[in-house]
């Protein structure tokens, strides 16, 4: 049931004099017929709920084949934390389409957002100054999502302190302030309530006054906030959603759930075993593992239990982010190039050699497109 004969062939490669047959394995298996279902269903209920999607692209270090989706679909911005991303999709679409740099920007980072006109997002005084006066210099005009903080503690302008130096906000005449965003869920795992929004609307109603901008429109994400459009009839006052997770895993990792308007499964991780024996772990003076973290010493199961070892490793992946389908076996952990199952219980016989499959969730996406020791197959 776990073996799998895709029959690709392997194809020899030259690194440096010779030519070797680089490994099929491990590969990271992408359904873009189901990523190209949840983008469209993710775009129609987000006009129902009227509210313009951003598609987050960091997720998949901007994949030229799921963006095209994204795009052609009629996905209008896109946003990512790595500006080289950004100019990668710049360079594929255009100004026919807008970016948003979602990791406050560093200094030096300043001329390239100008120049190729992406939005930043912006917490600190001093930074939009330098972008108004970089805007001068470069004739360019500058437009900024202001950061806001609503309670994840982690990046933005807290709302008293915005409107504390209202005046040398307003006095930036080469900035144009387009909106205010907001993260929740990311770093402390706060979720939002109705009351953020209301919170956030009576501040953009004030700057929205104090900037003359009646357009000013708030900015949330990630897909932890569509629950709000779920539990609420009266649609929030937001103008955009910037997610990833959504239409990429069709889940909300906040809440632990799936979103049942959209597809799961779309990632898949194919890796071989390389051995597989019975082990125990000697218990007796443990220190910590190869990252530093301490070890677990489990006093049950403390009997030789078949174990086996993957060919793919913490490089490539993240083991809390795999799904087996074998529900018997465990994954016990992972060190920088294996993967160590638990297959005691199953009633499965794997042997050496044999195939295992995992559903992928968003951290293993992430490092298996960082990763070059990752092969991509795309299937439609
Ligand atoms: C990553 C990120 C998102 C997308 O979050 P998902 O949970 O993947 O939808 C949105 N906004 C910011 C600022 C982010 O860093």
């Known amino acids: 049931m776990f073996q799998v004969n895709l029959g690709f062939s392997r194809l020899p490669v030259k690194i440096g ?91 030096e980072e300043i001329d390239v957002i100008l120049e190729n006109q992406i939005i930043p997002m912006v917490s600190q005084i001093e930074i939009l100054n330098l972008f108004n006066q970089k805007a001068k210099q470069l004739h ?23 409107l504390n130096n209202i005046d040398q906000v307003v006095s930036f ?24 929004l209301e919170k956030l609307n009576s501040l953009r109603n004030q700057l929205r006054i104090f900037l003359h901008n009646p ?38 990792i906040s809440r632990k759930r799936n979103l ?34 301490a070890c677990k010493i489990s006093s049950e199961n403390n009997y030789p239990r078949k174990r086996a070892l993957v060919a793919v490793g913490l490089q490539d992946i993240d083991d809390t982010q795999l799904f087996f389908e074998d529900r018997n076996v465990t994954i016990i952990g992972a060190t920088s190039n294996y993967l160590v199952l638990d297959c005691e219980e199953s009633q499965h016989d794997y042997r050496i050699g044999d195939l295992v499959r995992f559903q992928a969730g968003y951290g293993t996406v992430l490092r298996a497109f960082l990763s070059p020791y990752i092969q991509k197959r795309y299937i439609e």
């Open 215 to 252: 357009h000013l429109f708030i900015s949330v994400g990630g897909t932890t906030f569509f629950s709000l459009w779920e539990e609420y009839s009266q649609p929030p006052p937001v103008g955009q959603i910037r997610c990833g997770e959504a239409f990429l895993f069709g889940s909300d």
């Open 173 to 196: 005449n080469d900035l144009t302030i387009v909106g205010i965003g907001t993260s929740l869920a990311c770093l402390s795992g706060v979720l939002p309530q109705i009351t953020t």
């Open 140 to 162: 360019a005009r500058s437009s900024v999502i202001l950061a806001i903080e609503t309670g994840d503690g982690r990046e933005g302008f807290l709302p008293e302190e915005l």
């Open 17 to 107: 004099k010779v030519l070797v047959v680089i490994g099929l394995y491990p590969f990271l298996e992408i359904n873009l017929s189901k990523l190209k279902q949840n983008i469209e269903t993710l775009q129609k209920k987000c006009s129902q709920w009227m509210l313009k999607p951003v598609a987050v692209t960091k997720g998949f270090c901007a994949d030229s084949k799921i963006t095209d989706l994204l795009y052609d679909s009629g996905i209008q911005t896109f946003a990512d934390s790595n500006i080289s991303n950004l100019i990668k999709l710049i360079d594929r679409y255009g100004h026919k389409a807008q970016y948003q740099l979602i990791r406050l920007p560093m200094k």
């Open 260 to 293: 049942n308007w959209l597809q799961q499964g779309a990632f898949h991780i194919e890796a071989e075993i390389v051995e597989i024996k019975s082990k125990l772990p000697d218990s007796t003076d443990r220190g910590f593992d190869a990252f530093g973290r």
